[in-house]
């Protein structure tokens, strides 16, 4: 019983100290949820990767550090980049992670061009589009045109960096985008001890390094180590985007592909243009959870438990 209480009362500094206010529990939550059966063996905190052929920025999103010294549990959530190019082996590999959930971030433009997830017999995808602000589909226009002169047009003089940043304001300002990310957080909290879920977009760095970045803060997680993890992803992605440039420049699509790095990376700054939004709509990242997302005092607390122990 004294474990049970001090529990609660962590869980209540921590959310004090994430939505700046002590939040008001109901007397319905959940129970802590037992280690799942599912461990990685890695036990520094850094991310972990969950090595596939087919897809290069999969990660357990486990292990990081609470500010109360708790930790969150490995083989909870993952957080992947597109699904649909696995091998058989990959697959595989998804099937030992005993997933409850898929969740696919990518709008119909990219399913198309990619096709859909390779996900084990049983396990369907739940499709939430978060807009891209019309990124994939420019990024197709301008590579297909193979013209230097409007790639650097379209692309350069920092263009590319403006419109990333504009993209990462959309994540906050847009009603449907704020839903989608809201009912991947309850989704989370809901599981509790079940299964884990996955959530995806295209290269698993935006979307799903902003929902990533979001579900770390939100559960107690320090906001240097969330920003840790959202940058991991240039280090996991960097051999095959590098190699992608080189492929368009060797077959003429583009003279200068150098152009589409700050397509490719993240950057400190883009998180810095959503977090700015979530001060000037929201007043801090407490308000963009409760009042952004939907999120109330229980479910924050629920979703704690599902994901800290």
Known sequence: MRSTRTRTAA???????????????????APTAPRPSYTHPHTSESPRQIPLRGAVNVRDVGGYRTYDGERVRHGRVFRADALSKLTDGDVATLAGLRLRKVVDFRVAEEVRHDGPDRLPAGLAVTARPVTDNGLFQQLMTVIGSRDPVRQEELLGGGKAEAFMRDVYRTFV???????????????IAAGGSAAPLLYHCTSGKDRTGWTTYVLLRAVGVPERTAVDD???????????????????????????????IPLQEVRGGYLDAALAEVTSRYGGFGGYLTKGLGLDAGTLVTLRRAMVG
Not at 173 to 186: E, I, N, V
């Open 173 to 187: 300002t847009d009603a449907t985008d704020r839903a989608q990310f809201g009912a991947t957080l309850r989704d």
């Open 230 to 260: 959202y940058l991991a992803s240039n280090t996991f992605r960097a051999a095959y985007d590098a190699k992608l440039r080189e492929t368009l420049q060797q077959t003429g699509m583009m003279q200068n592909p150098d152009l589409l």
């Open 11 to 29: 869980t209540v500094a921590v959310l004090t100290l994430v939505l700046g206010t002590a939040p008001t529990l109901t007397a319905h939550a």
